[in-house]
């Protein structure tokens, strides 16, 4: 079989294509034959350095395919079952745990660019059924952490106003997700193509943050006040920002690192205001089962941007670099 493979130190040139043989697996274990991967900015740290890796790595926290072999003791999944990895496989439900968290796919273990991998039985979810493994792929690390921010964290309701932060993976989940919630969306991009898109997908206001630096004034401002739930993006390029925007006692979600991590902060704004700042890390298994069921309910299906041969596995993480993509690049596995 194939995998990518990467060598420490890191970088997308010590990116290699390699062969073994086909793993077996042993008891309470599942091989999958998977089909379809997508980038995550956390894939790009990775392979980058900026998460080092001590031993050679396979990359990629997310996978889409098919249950193709079960091992001793396994009752919950059969032979052509179509599944979805997990980020944190030992995290299946409730708060997070050290023990829980220690595990990430495509990180601290091996992950989803390869045709086969074994995993423990309970390190997978079901597919959405009648969606493609492309689409699938989607899903284990963006839109579950834009799932856990805005059910479990924010408990989103009907008429609420969030805000989400750029046209990444995560946030165009964020933006459908919120959606289906019924809640009113506002959204802001580098760029008014990518503005034009994110109407087009269902956000109600967007913003351009380069042409608007004091775009969380602007988000107050439209919405009469602030909004009730912030996903921030960015950071220390966005975080102040994210603040200002939030409604009188609304929530500011945590969760990218894009502009940078060191962030400081007006604390006085932040006590005004009575904003819950919450970080999240992706999560936990029981919420991405709820979450195929939310999106196997609506109908919506994921922003998908272009797809790379798991070959040119260097070529998509410079391709996402460029910052080109509007929602998810997609990883084929052939
Ligand atoms: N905490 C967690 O568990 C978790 C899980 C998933 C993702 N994340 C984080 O969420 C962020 C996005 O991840 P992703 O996988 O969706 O990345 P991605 O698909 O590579 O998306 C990157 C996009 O974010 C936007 N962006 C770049 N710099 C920005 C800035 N300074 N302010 C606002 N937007 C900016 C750009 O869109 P525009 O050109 O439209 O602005 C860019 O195309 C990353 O920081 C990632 O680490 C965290």
Redesign the pocket.
Known sequence: MKHMVLHPPAGLDALRLQHCAIPEPGPGQVRVRWHASSL???D?CVVTGVLPVASPRVPLSDGAGVVDAVGPGVDDWKVGDRVLSLFFPKWHEGPPRVSHVRQMTGDTIDGCAAQYSVVDAAALTPMPSGWSFAEAATLP??AL?SWRALMSVCRVKPGDRVLV???????LAALQIAKMAGAEVYA????DV?LERLRAIGADHVIN?REDPEWGATVARLSGGGVEHVLD??GR??LAQSIRAAAVGGNVVV?????GVDVQLDLLALIGAQVRLQA???GHRREQIEMVRAFERSGVRPVLDRSFALEALAHAFRY?AS?R?VGKIIVEIE
Request: hydrophobic share 35%; with cysteine.
């Open positions: 995550n900015f956390h790009f690390c963006a952490t932060e750029g046209t990444g993976g995560m946030a802001t991009s580098s760029s990518k943050y993006s960015g390029a966005t969760i990218g690192v894009l502009g999240i890390a992706v996402q910052g993509h």
